[in-house]
């Protein structure tokens, strides 16, 4: 049974930083990623990372700030997020995702979710 258990939210001041951590069970996932849903919004891609962590995808929104790293032996992904604004304000959620192709955006594969982590960024 796949299970994604994401930790590392909380509340933070424009400028902070935070660290999210998810960790899976079950099985092995070759592309992983990270989702945020604000209210009100449909859920975006921000970021996702092959196996092997030589190929990255950033949403534009977070280019710069953000850095999607994993650790395979751990079976565990990273989302380090700096300069945090108001507007990353939303629910993270990690999933496994379609393999990272040039000019496309990264999107859920199979359907799996964890709770997610809130992220609120004040102003």
């Known amino acids: 049974q796949v299970q994604l258990v994401e930790s590392g939210g909380g509340l933070v001041q424009a400028g902070g930083s935070l660290r999210l951590s998810c960790a899976a069970s079950?099985?092995?996932?070759?592309?992983m990623g990270w989702f945020r849903q604000a209210p009100g919004k449909e859920r975006e891609s921000v970021a996702a990372i092959s196996y092997s962590g030589a190929n990255t995808y950033y949403a534009d929104s977070v280019k710069g700030r953000f850095t999607i790293s994993r650790d395979n032996a751990k079976n565990t992904v990273y989302l380090q997020m700096n300069s945090l604004k108001p507007e990353d304000t939303a629910v993270y959620y990690c999933?496994?995702?379609?393999?990272?192709?040039?000019?496309?955006?990264?999107?859920?594969?199979?359907?799996?979710w964890g709770q997610g982590t809130q992220v609120t960024v004040s102003s």
């Open positions: 079950g099985r092995t996932f070759n592309t």
């Open positions: 999933a496994p995702t379609t393999g990272l192709v040039r000019g496309t955006i990264p999107t859920s594969l199979y359907d799996y």
